[in-house]
């Protein structure tokens, strides 16, 4: 079994049953990973959430990773629908959803087959046997019922009858079969929460809340919850529950939040901040869209969201937002980054503030709409005709992402440039707690406009640049004395005029260069315990749970190994150069084919050995563990 180790805490176990053990026996565990599994209509991911809910509500620390189908309605019990939600929680601080479920809870026999090669060895397996009719199981391609072929006999097997159950729970409340089947996922999690002392609570009344304007629908799927956690109480199937401490965090409020919800969290901070209006001009796309979601909740702060009629659209608006004095901002994937490419170029030559979310996923094109990948770095380093430099940085968490998107907004703003900000499905859709800032600690991103001219002739000069930043000033249209021109054909430095002269055309793609290459990011922090490492691994994004998991499995094998992980990817961090030259090894995890890897070497001319996987899924924290120990045992030989 794998885990995540740290600060000096006990790998956790599998929640088994020893077989010494008395009904009512209650076992301490440090950690737990549980995967809820069934049909894409099961409500699998509701019940992740709510059980993540509790988990943070009772104070352990937790990752968690959904993982959705592609098709918006596959059909139903076969392999192409399943829908998964893992919970990893525990009472010290993690790092991922963990490698592998100790739990696995299987609503149908699509769920078991996808998910039974994750689950090891004397794990423990809860099957809804009501969907396992001789139909179902020929969905999938079982020849027999794996229930009854002992073909599990290596794990606990709990046989419930989860929906049988549910109905008869609920006959007395005037649902139809139907009806009263769909909350067979509360009965799940009720007997999940029973299993490890989980509070109900604050379940029962987020469903009265989430159904109060059908209240029928919301006692029923309480009367399912309380029935799950009932009969847990009183089969003895179950003998044994489970207890996981609170962690020990940092004092402070926490909050549950997922990477899509702090990305919109940051960005109404951001406009607060910078005391400017914020226009979000964008279009739907997965896994992106909840950022519009939620900034449309929050018109209070001064937050006005646009839904065009396309990408390109979405952006033009964005841009044209900033033209007017506002913070324009646009969200998207892969897909529509393509699309805004254009207008990308054009915010680079009108040197307009301007962030464009990328939230990426499985490509080319349409690609893994519902899976993670971090290929879009070469994208947003290159993905525009002519030079267009533009500044690039990438969160490394759910809770990071506030903190990303306030530092995107501060480049932005400061450099007059449009800045890439990469996030992925793997943060999107995954949480954890979130540290919520005290509002006096946040930066000042404020802005002057100008206000006067500035020309030696008595004119407005667009692009007359501070001497330090070399950014121009911002001047909001009707301004008097300020006319000027700005658009997408080279201008005169200084005067903005249109022109064609080789030398000033010249001189002007050298200073849009110049810009983003002097802008002010902090030196690379390296996770070196020991001081003694000669290998080190670098890595962006989300990769940033599993390589910091492996390195501390690597450091509890005796074995040295220095972590770096990079924020800001354009510029690159100015130490970035001397730290690489340290060390005799450089390994370069990505989810992609070496993208990361390749700037390196172009730039640094280190020799960075590159991992990569291209499977819509994250890293495990043990096959990076393989990866850093053969490296550096190769070094040491």
């Given amino acids: 079994m794998t885990t995540d180790v740290g600060n000096?805490?006990?790998?956790?176990?599998?929640?088994?049953?020893?077989?010494t053990e008395k009904t009512g026996t209650v076992r301490k565990l440090d950690r737990v990973v549980i995967r809820f599994a069934g049909d894409s209509g099961d409500g699998m991911q509701l019940t992740g959430d709510r059980f993540t809910s509790e988990a943070a509500a009772f104070g352990n620390d937790l990752a968690t990773l959904p993982n959705f189908p592609a098709e918006i309605r596959a059909p139903q019990g076969t392999l192409p629908g399943v829908s998964s939600f893992q919970l990893h929680f525990a009472d010290y601080d993690i790092l991922t959803p963990g490698d592998r479920p100790d739990v696995l809870v299987a609503m149908n026999p699509a769920a078991l087959k996808a998910n039974i090669g994750d689950l090891p060895r004397g794990g423990t397996l809860i099957v809804n046997t009501d969907e396992f009719t001789k139909r179902n199981l020929v969905k999938v391609g079982y020849d027999k019922d794996p229930l009854e072929d002992n073909s599990l006999e290596g794990y606990q097997v709990h046989k419930v009858a989860m929906a049988t159950l549910t109905i008869g729970a609920l006959e007395n409340t005037g649902l139809g079969k139907k009806d009263?089947?769909?909350?067979?996922?509360?009965?799940?999690?009720?007997?999940?929460?029973?299993?490890?002392?989980?509070?109900?609570?604050?379940?029962?009344?987020?469903?009265?809340?989430?159904?109060?304007?059908?209240?029928?629908?919301?006692?029923a799927n309480v009367l399912a919850f309380r029935a799950g956690w009932n009969y847990g109480e009183t089969t003895e199937s179950f003998a044994v529950t489970y207890e996981v401490a609170p962690a020990k965090l940092n004092r402070g409020t926490y909050r549950q939040i997922t990477g899509n919800t702090a990305l919109a969290y940051g960005v109404v901070a951001a406009g607060q901040q910078a005391k400017l209006p914020v226009v979000l001009g964008t279009y739907p796309i997965t896994p992106a869209s909840d950022i519009l979601h939620e900034l449309s909740k929050h018109k209070n702060f001064g937050i006005t969201t646009l839904q065009a009629e396309d990408e390109i659209a979405g952006i033009g608006a964005a841009l044209g937002a900033s033209y007017g004095g506002a913070l324009g901002i646009t969200s998207?994937?892969?897909?529509?980054?393509?699309?805004?490419?254009?207008?990308?170029?054009?915010?680079?030559?009108?040197?307009?503030?301007?962030?464009?979310?990328?939230?990426?996923?499985?490509?080319?094109?349409?690609?893994?709409?519902?899976?993670?990948e971090q290929a879009d770095l070469l994208q947003a380093m290159f993905g525009r005709n002519g030079?267009?430099?533009?500044?690039?940085?990438?969160?490394?968490?759910?809770?990071?992402?506030?903190?990303?998107?306030?530092?995107?907004?501060?480049?932005?703003?400061?450099?007059?440039?449009?800045?890439?900000?990469?996030?992925?499905?793997?943060?999107?859709?995954?949480?954890?707690p979130w540290l919520i800032p005290d509002v006096a600690d946040l930066p000042d991103l404020s802005v002057e406009f100008a206000t006067a001219p500035n020309g030696p002739d008595g004119e407005f000069w667009p692009y007359l640049r501070d001497p330090e930043t070399l950014a121009?000033?911002?001047?909001?249209?009707?301004?008097?004395?300020?006319?000027?021109?700005?658009?997408?054909?080279?201008?005169?430095?200084?005067?903005?005029?249109?022109?064609?002269?080789?030398?000033?055309?010249d001189k002007m793609v050298r200073l849009r260069q110049q810009k983003v290459d002097g802008i002010e990011v902090p030196?690379?922090?390296?996770?070196?315990?020991?001081?003694?490492?000669?290998?080190?691994?670098?890595?962006?994004?989300?990769s940033y749970g599993p390589?910091?998991?492996?390195?501390?499995?690597?450091?509890?094998?005796?074995?040295?190994?220095?972590?770096?992980?990079?924020?800001?990817?354009?510029?690159?961090?100015?130490?970035?150069?001397?730290?690489?030259a340290r060390y005799d090894k450089v390994v370069v995890p990505e989810m992609n084919l070496g993208q990361l890897a390749l700037l390196l070497r172009a730039k640094y001319l280190v020799d960075a050995i590159s991992y990569t996987k291209v499977q819509g899924l994250p890293f495990k924290a043990e096959e990076l563990q393989d990866v850093l120990a053969d490296v550096i045992k190769g070094v040491s030989e």
């Fill in 8 to 19: 000096g805490a006990a790998p956790g176990g599998s929640p088994e049953k020893t077989g």
């Fill in 180 to 219: 009263a089947e769909r909350a067979k996922n509360m009965f799940a999690l009720g007997l999940l929460s029973w299993m490890y002392h989980r509070p109900t609570e604050g379940t029962e009344r987020f469903l009265r809340e989430k159904f109060a304007k059908k209240p029928d629908i919301a006692e």
């Fill in 332 to 372: 998207t994937s892969g897909p529509g980054v393509a699309l805004k490419s254009e207008t990308i170029g054009l915010a680079v030559m009108t040197e307009l503030p301007l962030v464009i979310i990328d939230v990426q996923r499985g490509g080319p094109s349409t690609g893994l709409p519902t899976k993670t």
């Fill in 387 to 432: 030079e267009s430099p533009v500044p690039v940085i990438a969160p490394q968490s759910p809770a990071d992402c506030f903190d990303a998107a306030l530092d995107a907004v501060r480049i932005a703003l400061k450099y007059r440039t449009p800045v890439l900000l990469l996030s992925d499905g793997a943060i999107a859709n995954g949480s954890e």
């Fill in 472 to 505: 121009r000033p911002w001047a909001v249209p009707g301004t008097p004395g300020l006319q000027h021109r700005i658009g997408g054909l080279e201008k005169s430095d200084g005067t903005g005029n249109i022109s064609y002269d080789p030398a000033n055309h």
């Fill in 523 to 542: 030196d690379v922090v390296v996770d070196d315990p020991s001081g003694e490492a000669r290998v080190l691994v670098v890595g962006w994004g989300s």
């Fill in 547 to 580: 390589i910091g998991a492996a390195a501390r499995r690597v450091r509890k094998l005796g074995l040295p190994v220095a972590h770096a992980h990079l924020r800001h990817l354009n510029p690159f961090p100015k130490n970035l150069g001397d730290v690489l």
